[in-house]
């Protein structure tokens, strides 16, 4: 024992115990079941997903746009008759709006307005003294100066009487702002349903149904371009080429 009160271990005593330590810790290592991983296959190991590989269940395709079919495969012709018009004006008469959308479809065919000509109709172009409505034609047309007869400048007036709020414009919303083009034309599809014509209508039948009326009563082609703005007299000889009054003397 020291003077400290440890007890003093003998040299040779030390010098086994750690030759003891050091074989015990050479067969830890030297054990058959540790086996050395190189870094690549422990990453390889790591990043390897236990999920399958699958064949996708969709098929790619290209989406394309479905077309429109052709207007003859909607409807046997583009015009309405006149009986037509007189049950599509009274279709529209039942509306919240009657007498507006009356007027409307009676102008748009009265002059063969484009439904962009209609809806930008202002009252500054009618002039009721003289009862003449001045035409400002789109698509780069010829204006024309056309006679209002007394049917629709009576429902002109009273339009003009009734409407509020007051506007620059011929016919407007009940919010004041200026009718659409989308708004005429679902009223006139409503029109027809309501009229029971058939096959659906659009607002473009009422100005080829302008042009066909026309030619009916005689009229020449070159007064009918003037009348309907044609630049192109190709486009006015449609309504002459089905008129049947060329063909009225055949029989007799």
Known sequence: MTRHGL???????????????????????KKPDMRTVSIAGALKTMTKSPLKKMAPATVNRTVTTPRRKRNAEYRTREHLTGAEIDRLIGAAKANRW???????????????????????????????????????????????????????????????????????????????????????????????????????????????????????????TRALQAYLGHRNIQHTVRYTELSPSRFKDFWR
């Open 98 to 220: 009657g007498h507006r959308d009356a007027t409307m479809i009676l102008a748009a065919f009265r002059h063969g307005l484009r439904s962009s000509e209609l809806v930008d109709l202002r009252w500054d172009q009618i002039d009721f003294t003289q009862a003449v409505l001045h035409v400002r034609r789109a698509k780069k047309g010829t204006p024309a100066t056309h006679p209002v007869v007394g049917d629709e400048l009576r429902a002109l007036r009273k339009l003009q009487r009734e409407q509020e709020p007051k506007s620059p414009f011929v016919f407007t919303s009940e919010r004041g702002s200026p009718f659409t083009t989308a708004g005429f034309a679902r009223m006139v599809e409503r029109a027809g349903v309501e009229a029971k014509l058939g096959f659906p209508a659009h607002p473009h039948m009422l100005r080829h149904a302008c042009g066909f009326a026309l030619a009916n009563k005689g009229h020449d």
């Open 7 to 29: 007890i003093a271990v003998p040299a040779e005593f030390i010098k086994q115990s750690r030759i003891g330590r050091l074989s015990r810790l050479r067969l830890f290592i």
